[in-house]
């Protein structure tokens, strides 16, 4: 079974803190992907990266960074945390093989207070 | 831009009963289209996939129906049961730009 596993299912932040969301998936997927959904806007794509250390901007890339050093690991920052980034944060990851069939990790509800 | 949208945000249809879930696009460019089910607490889960040189494509108990004329799909599903309550979202893969979702109920 696929896994894609993420560091925290709630996290509640401070204003201006620095804010690293954690994803893992192992089934060695090139592709890895980071999402915020929010109510009556579905999900949009923030960053996405098809292989270690390399990174593309979704839709909504502002206020975002990402880091990938290995392969199974994709971290998305969030540089300096504001309270329109109170969201859900799902990560996902895919293979070259079928890269539109994304597997989905259980969502981090952030809270920035 | 892509634009992928679904007709309703909420549908509720009996136990048993079949469902049809639609989505709109707007983008002809698009080659391929995912439909997703999102249950409570969890991420999205794939369901099934369409080419957009198919009209319809059958997996397990769910159908989905492609109308490039007007740029429409749909996602049917069979006998609807309680494990089918979720929020059903399609995907436009080219860009992945998902849709808002519409959730299904499933009435006992």
């Known amino acids: 079974d696929v896994k894609v596993t993420q560091s925290s299912r709630y996290l509640v932040k401070r204003t201006g803190e620095k804010v690293f969301l954690e994803c893992v998936q192992d089934m060695d997927h090139e592709n890895m992907f980071w999402y915020r959904q929010d109510p009556g806007l579905g999900l949009r794509l923030i960053y996405f990266?098809?292989?270690?250390?390399?990174?593309e901007k979704g839709d909504i890339p502002e206020g975002y960074s990402v880091s990938r050093e290995k392969k199974e690991r994709f971290s998305l920052i969030l540089e300096s945390a504001s309270t329109n980034q109170t969201s859900m944060y799902l990560c996902a990851s895919s293979s070259i093989a079928a890269p539109y069939e994304q597997y989905f990790g259980p969502g981090t509800r952030l809270t920035v207070t | 831009g892509e634009s992928v949208g679904l007709h309703l945000p909420t549908l509720s249809v009996q136990e048993g009963d079949n469902s049809i879930i639609n989505c709109a696009y707007s983008?002809?460019?698009?080659?391929?289209f995912i439909w997703y089910k999102q249950e409570s607490g969890k991420g999205p889960q794939f369901i099934i996939d369409i080419r957009s040189n198919m009209d319809k494509r059958q997996g397990q108990r769910v159908t989905v129906l492609l109308n490039k004329t007007v740029k429409h799909l749909s996602l049917q599903i069979a006998a609807t049961q309680p494990g089918d309550s979720a929020v059903y979202f399609c995907?436009?893969?080219?860009?992945?730009?998902f849709g808002t979702g519409t959730r299904l109920t499933v009435i006992p």
């Open positions: 990266s098809y292989d270690v250390k390399m990174k």
């Open positions: 995907a436009a893969a080219n860009n992945l730009f």
């Open positions: 983008n002809s460019a698009s080659d391929y």
